[in-house]
């Protein structure tokens, strides 16, 4: 027999909405970790094929996380205003539009406006967060918070693992994947029609679009310098003026948000020990997750020539990275039954000490490739507790008129941590090179300093998580 149930509107549906809502919302995770992450595994067909090498070709995967996490914080309020299944339309024909962009580029300047295009699909995620709580309640939405990390490392897994499939054995043209991803938007366009509700957003409100702009624009002066330093050399007027200029435009933005009546981001919500715990677990997270990705596939595909790495094809580090995801979803799983007996902040700092365990031993013990195959596996069962419990005890826990909010400042956390973890990581493993055949490659110190540094970012993590004293009663919490 068909169960139904009301919306909102007193009108009858299906009991198989909601499944095809969940379906739709694991898809929206999926597919904007897919966009962001696939292409990694291109990058080594791109660069010859348009004339890119070092950090311009990383910006390739750099300029995806800017928008992304510009598309972060933007989709949830626009969602609120404007309705849920509007802006999953506009954001899957962004991605559409921008892949198809992506595949026909002559150039870097067209390849890198398409992909700026296409990561707005990372906001995807806020959004189907802000779905996903409007939309669904008691253990299906508890269900579906605590799986959107596991499908975000499953997604990560796929990436590389397709990615390396489809370049090394298949063979398949880097213009041809970007067409794949475009037929996906366009099966998101078809699925959000079937399976998001049309309800209208409440049309109330605006959107900080001022705000948004000196977000963009305050993103970019300190990623493009960050990632280019040790091309332009670090004390170059050309790396310290947009970096200056950068931290200017932060200090303007912070406070045009603290004024502004509906902020983009509402600085005022970090005085709440719930919002400042989900933007430090995001934030830092995001950072440690995009070392490893940047960092792990490239060292094992060094040749063993070089007296390091391992000399791996694209497909064999595509599957190493499967062990990072793995360990993802595994920390994700785990979370649900830990939060019963384990408090949320207990299992972040634990967290962030098995963060900063992993990165040491892949810095120091990766001589052997079992150790490789093991270590990244740490990394991911600590990366898939910190954003797990920090979704459970950050977005969960809020009233549901505080999902935009929520949405805004711990969504945009783990993206804008992305992007300068990437930016960062990128000009670290660019400023030393050696030579291997006709091919640059970082030196050893150069991997084994981003892996020390993503120790470092855990400690910093594991510190200022336990400098964060609980409330005693939810009312002790002020907005």
């Known amino acids: 027999m068909t169960t139904t149930a009301t919306d909102s509107n007193g009108s009858e549906v299906s009991a198989a909405m909601p499944r095809g809502l969940v379906l739709m919302i694991g898809y929206f995770v999926i597919l904007a970790t897919l ?34 996490a510009i598309g972060t914080s933007l989709l949830p309020p626009l969602a609120s205003l404007f309705g849920q299944r509007r802006m999953a339309l506009v954001t899957m024909c962004l991605l559409t539009f921008g892949s198809l962009l992506g595949a026909c580029a002559p150039n870097m300047t067209v390849l890198l406006i398409g992909r700026f295009i296409g990561g707005f699909t990372l906001g995807g995620i806020a959004l189907a967060l802000a779905i996903a709580r409007s939309n669904l309640t008691g253990r299906t939405l508890r269900v579906v918070l605590s799986w959107i990390a596991a499908a975000e490392g499953i997604a990560a897994g796929l990436s590389f693992a397709i990615g390396g499939l489809l370049t090394d054995t298949v063979h ?5 994947v970007f067409v794949i991803l475009a037929v996906l938007g366009i099966i998101g366009v078809l699925g959000t029609l079937a399976a998001v509700p049309g309800r209208q957003g409440p049309g109330r409100g605006r959107v900080d679009w001022v705000g948004g702009l000196l977000l963009a624009v305050a993103l970019a002066l300190v990623l493009v310098p960050l990632s280019m330093g040790s091309k332009w050399g670090w004390s170059s007027p050309k790396t310290l003026v947009p970096l200056i200029l950068g931290v200017v435009v932060v200090v303007i933005w912070w406070n045009v948000e603290a004024r502004v009546s509906e902020p983009l981001v509402n600085t005022r919500a970090l005085r709440n ?3 400042l715990r989900g933007w430090l677990v995001f934030f830092l997270a995001g950072m440690l997750a995009w070392i490893v990705n940047f960092t792990l596939p490239t060292f094992t595909e060094v040749p063993a020539s070089a007296g390091f790495g391992f000399g791996y094809d694209e497909l064999s580090s595509g599957l190493l990275m499967l062990m990072f995801c793995f360990g993802i979803v595994a920390g994700s799983a785990s979370v649900g039954p830990l939060s019963r007996i384990v408090p949320a902040r207990a299992l972040c700092l634990l967290a962030f000490v ?19 195959w093991v270590w990244p596996i740490i990394v991911g069962v600590s990366y898939g507790l910190a954003v797990a419990s920090a979704y459970l005890t950050f977005i969960q826990a809020l009233h549901p008129d505080e999902v935009a909010t929520a949405a805004s400042i711990g969504q945009i956390s783990g993206p804008l941590g992305g992007a300068i973890g990437s930016a960062a990581i990128s000009a670290v493993l660019t400023a030393q090179v050696i030579k291997v055949g006709h091919k640059a490659v970082p030196t050893e110190h150069s991997f084994q300093l981003g892996w020390v540094i993503g120790a470092v970012l855990s400690v910093v993590g ?7 004293r609980a409330p005693r009663t939810a009312a002790a919490e002020t907005v």
């Open 462 to 468: 594991l510190l200022l998580v336990a400098l964060i």
């Open 354 to 372: 098995g963060c900063g365990v992993g990165m040491l031993l892949i810095a120091f013990a990766h001589g052997s490739a079992w150790q490789l």
């Open 35 to 68: 966009v962001l992450t696939i292409p990694l595994k291109l990058l080594g067909q791109i660069g010859p094929a348009l004339g890119a090498s070092g950090s311009l070709l990383n910006w390739v995967v750099i300029i995806g996380s800017l928008s992304g």
């Open 273 to 275: 020990m719930n919002f």
């Open 172 to 176: 398949v043209n880097w213009r041809i």
